[in-house]
């Protein structure tokens, strides 16, 4: 277990910071709004949410801050873009997790398969 750790420590780059973006119910409307599209603008984004325009700001901020989101200024707009690496990284953090568990319950169900009752 010790390998794996230090394999997936070593791997990930920001993944606390990844868990708190994601932790917002309203951070994860606004990944999951981009994942549909090429790019949006901050008002675009904004729009289906009921609070002020300052309040999706930071919300993007966090979602920068993460790597979640990649934010570009054209003109007098900015555009907003998912980054879907940062969201593979935390992929990968889980799946070394679910990998784990799948083998301790497989030995869990051999166990109880082959003990008499």
Known sequence: MLEFNHMVESSLYNLDTIFHALSHPSR????????????KTIS???APFP?????ISKHLQV??????IKRYKSGSFFYVSLNPEALQTADE?????????E???DSLKNFLETEEI
């Open 28 to 39: 994860r409307a606004i990944l999951q709004d981009l994942q549909d599209v090429k790019e």
């Open 44 to 46: 675009e984004l904004a």
């Open 51 to 55: 609070v002020s325009l300052a309040a």
């Open 63 to 68: 979602l920068q801050k993460a790597g979640l």
């Open 93 to 101: 953090w889980i799946q070394g997790y679910k990998i784990f568990w």
């Open 103 to 105: 083998a301790q319950l």
